[in-house]
């Protein structure tokens, strides 16, 4: 057993961390993408934390109702998510609007 998760490094790493990950960092770009505002993105995760765990569980026999490992998954999708967000948000700025803002960083964009 790992301290991540109940099912241990490997299953925590592939379906959390890879899968949900994936699905989370495409949700926050698409989120990004339709202008939608960052609150959105922490609503989604959560569900789609909801969904991860109920994969932990129905897969490997992992805790369904467990907080801690939900709360674990909830901010790995999270971070996932918001740098994909980031990472849009900060493409749509500095394409849409080139004459007011250069790109500083991949996440960071600031006024000419």
Known sequence: MSWLSDDGLVVFLVLTVAIGGGAAFLAGR???????????????????????????YALFDGALLSAYYWLVTYLVLLGSAALGYRLMRTTQMVTQYRWLYERTSPLTWKSR
Not at 41 to 54: E, H
Request: hydrophobic content about 65%; overall charge positive; glycine content about 4%.
């Open 30 to 56: 698409g989120l990004a993408r339709s202008w939608r505002p960052f609150w959105r993105v922490c609503f989604y995760m959560a569900l789609l934390a909801a969904a991860v765990r109920f994969f932990h």
